[in-house]
């Protein structure tokens, strides 16, 4: 039988993120009151997100809840783990505040699972090690979230080399406009083109022509720095966005 998993958020959010902004996004992926989700999100207190399920699952839970900012842990099941296995209680919300604390507890205590409705967004989602890429793109992902997900807070404790498999993409550097499309990336293509544009015609209007050249470079380089994280996004996240 395979280990299971309880996907455990540890109370804390990740460095530089920002709770009001979390509320929201947990709000909205689990489709819950924002006053539930404020309770559970900031309540300061371990919560359990998911119980029971198989590694690959776990991993997708952590890696959703982790890039909105929520510090989670995997822990094993105590019915399948090995009995040297530290098995620590749950709290499950405190139910002494009000009627908002009171939904949380149901939600976590009761047999009713309420977070089946995003099941697209997470359970139904490959792992990295069921992405349909290549073997060099797969490291390069466990790298990323060896670095604390899309905004890197982790990036300093990964060595140089590390840190240069997830900054640099040469190929992107030189042929972007290509290369991002192909990628499944246009819509932060077609911002760096227009944005790109914008500014070479303002610095043209400024009469730094000769600064024109430096801008497409400048532009380049930003894509280079980007396009490894936003294939991050793009596969193993599923999102949708521009810049």
Same mark, same amino acid.
């Given at each position: ?93 405190? =139910?002494?505040? #009000?009627?908002?604390?009171?939904? /949380?507890?149901?939600?976590? +205590? @009761?047999?009713?699972?309420? *977070? ?80 790109? =544009?914008?500014? #070479?015609?303002?610095?043209?209007? /400024?009469?730094?022509?000769? +600064? @024109?050249?430096?801008?497409? *470079? ?26």
């Amino acid at each position: 039988m395979s280990t299971l998993f309880d996907v455990i958020y540890s109370g804390q959010l990740l460095p530089n993120a920002k709770g009001d902004d979390v509320v929201q996004q947990f709000a909205l992926l689990f489709k819950i009151p924002q006053e539930t989700a404020h309770n559970i999100v900031l309540g300061n207190q371990e919560f359990v997100i998911k119980r029971k399920v198989d590694s690959a699952v776990a991993q997708r839970y952590k890696e959703k809840l982790s890039h909105i900012g929520m510090l989670i842990h995997l822990r094993e099941d105590s019915s399948t783990g090995s009995s040297d296995t530290k098995v620590v209680p749950m709290l499950y919300g405190p =139910v002494e505040k #009000g009627e908002a604390d009171q939904i /949380a507890y149901q939600h976590y +205590a @009761s047999s009713h699972n309420p *977070y089946q409705s995003p099941k697209s967004d997470l359970s139904s989602r490959p792992g990295i090690d069921e992405l349909d890429v290549s073997e060099k793109w797969k490291n390069k992902f466990r790298l990323i979230e060896a670095a604390g997900g899309p905004s890197l807070p982790y990036l300093k404790e990964l060595t140089f080399g590390e840190r240069m498999q997830i900054m640099g993409n040469i190929l992107s550097y030189i042929f972007w406009p290509i290369y991002l499309p192909i990628k499944g990336l246009w819509r932060p293509a077609l911002c760096y083109f227009v944005l790109g =544009v914008a500014l #070479g015609i303002l610095i043209d209007m /400024a009469g730094f022509e000769r +600064a @024109s050249r430096a801008i497409g *470079y400048g532009i380049s380089a930003l894509v280079m720095f980007r396009t490894n994280v936003n294939y991050y996004r793009h596969k193993v996240l599923g999102e949708k966005f521009w810049f």
